[in-house]
Nanobody
Framework: DVQLQASGGGLVQPGGSLRLSCVASGFTFENIDMIWVRQAPGKGPECVSAINGGGITALYADSVKGRFTTSRDNARKTLHLQMDNLKPEDTALYYC???????WGQGTLVTVSS
């Protein structure tokens, strides 16, 4: 099956860290640029990061720049999002997706609260 499976969300205190993972199957992962998108309660979706197929170039939204790092392991067909210095405003459902939006993971919930 062609799918993306995201994991790694949870409850963390402000200032803490989480690492999200997204495992791809059913397509040639290394050829596809990937993104992480989040949607906070009552807000529209926000693309927080993008990374090219080779994992060389990554881009970030201003809201997460300097705190989030995206990476990929093409041998394991896995995309990662390392989130450090988390803030309450980072609370959201986080989705991995192909850059064209044709394929989405199921979302993993990140809650930042004391």
């Amino acid at each position: 099956d062609v799918q993306l499976q995201a994991s790694g969300g949870g409850l963390v205190q402000p200032g803490g860290s989480l690492r999200l993972s997204c495992v791809a199957s059913g397509f040639t992962f290394e050829n596809i640029d990937m993104i992480w998108v989040r949607q906070a309660p009552g807000k529209g979706p926000e693309c927080v990061s993008a990374i090219n197929g080779g994992g060389i170039t990554a881009l970030y939204a201003d809201s997460v720049k300097g705190r989030f790092t995206t990476s990929r392991d093409n041998a394991r067909k896995t995309l990662h999002l390392q989130m450090d210095n988390l803030k309450p405003e980072d609370t959201a459902l986080y989705y991995c997706a192909t850059i064209g939006g044709s394929l989405w993971g199921q979302g993993t919930l990140v809650t930042v609260s004391s």
